[in-house]
């Protein structure tokens, strides 16, 4: 369970701020699974925000869905291992914004995106996969 405090400084009216100024409660799951014989590596994520009021505005960010998940091969590489592979996410807020300061109305947003994950790479001293 994550929970997100109004840290940081936040001004109506300014074009950039710090804080949110309203508490985020994310009850969410996640699974890994690790394969030391063959390399493989698979994660997941999923978490539902529950946002409260910005007082300050009177806008309430709706509920928010998210899954964040990878997956990622290490092979041998040098006397360590090198691991590459792909990401992915899916956002999808399930209850539209609300208030009087939601000028749109009651606007939910929508994205999704995949695309490769960074190299990391092991040294042979580290646990992970055989260098055969």
């Known amino acids: 369970m994550g929970i997100y405090a109004p840290t940081g400084k936040y001004e109506v009216g300014s074009i950039a701020n710090a804080g949110k100024n309203y508490w985020t ?10 394969s030391s014989r063959i390399g493989l590596m698979a994660s997941t994520h999923a978490g539902l925000d529950l946002n409260t009021r910005n007082t300050a505005t009177d ?29 992915a996410f899916y956002y999808q807020q399930i209850a539209g914004d609300s208030g009087s300061g939601a000028m749109l109305g009651n606007f939910k947003g929508r994205t999704v995106g995949v695309g490769p994950s960074p190299p990391t790479r092991c040294d042979s001293t580290a646990s992970g996969p055989p260098s055969s």
């Open 25 to 34: 409660f994310e009850p969410a799951f996640a699974v890994s699974y690790l």
């Open 59 to 87: 806008y309430q960010t709706g509920t928010q869905f998210h899954v964040d998940a990878m997956v990622a091969e290490h092979v041998p590489l040098f006397g360590g291992s090198i691991g590459v592979g792909a990401s």
